[in-house]
């Protein structure tokens, strides 16, 4: 099945090379650094979607989060929520990516790289809507190399949907970064 989803030029790709153990530490800094306006983080896992709640939420952070394993009523009022703007961050499974039709996510950061190829584009979806500009960063694991490598060619065989992975830096470029308190 060939993907019916096409990427805007008007999103900005990035992608940091990071160790698992980085990643909490590299979130937060980047999400100072961003200052997003609305965003969704997706983690392969309901246990990673809830453990990066529950650290943003430590820190004083508007967020909360989405995947199957919640209630569908409270998976729609978290949904209302974010797209009344009481959230700015949700974090969530891929049970995000598809068919909810939300307007105005500014980025979309893939704190695990998705298993699948097309899933990245659906996940992407999400923002840079309606001529609108958005970002997508990707932290790539020691563990993430061949997903990366196939995004790639995946992306270079249907050149409707070519991504060019920019900016691949380590974590001491988000740490130089300037921080800013995320609310």
Request: proline fraction near 3%; hydrophobic fraction near 35%; glycine fraction near 4%.
């Amino acid at each position: 099945i060939e993907s019916q989803t096409s990427v805007s030029e008007q999103m900005h790709h990035y992608a940091y090379r990071l160790k698992e153990h980085e990643k909490p530490q590299a979130l937060l800094k980047l999400l100072c650094r961003e200052l997003p306006e609305s965003c969704i983080i997706f983690a392969k896992t309901q246990e990673h979607v809830r453990e990066i709640c529950r650290m943003l939420y430590d820190k004083g952070i508007s967020v909360d989060q989405l995947h199957g394993g919640m209630l569908q009523e409270d998976r729609l009022e978290n949904m209302k929520d974010f797209r009344l703007g009481k959230l700015r961050i949700l974090t969530a499974t891929d049970v995000a990516a598809r068919g909810i039709d939300i307007q105005d996510v500014t980025h979309i950061i893939n704190y695990d790289m998705p298993n699948k190829k097309e899933t990245y584009i659906h996940r992407i979806g999400r923002s840079a809507r309606l001529d609108r500009s958005g970002t997508a960063i990707s932290f790539v694991s020691q563990y993430d190399d061949f997903r990366l490598q196939e995004l790639e060619e995946y992306l270079d065989e249907n050149p409707d949907e070519r991504i060019y992975l920019n900016k691949q830096v380590s974590i001491r470029h988000i740490h130089q970064a300037k921080e800013r308190p995320v609310k």
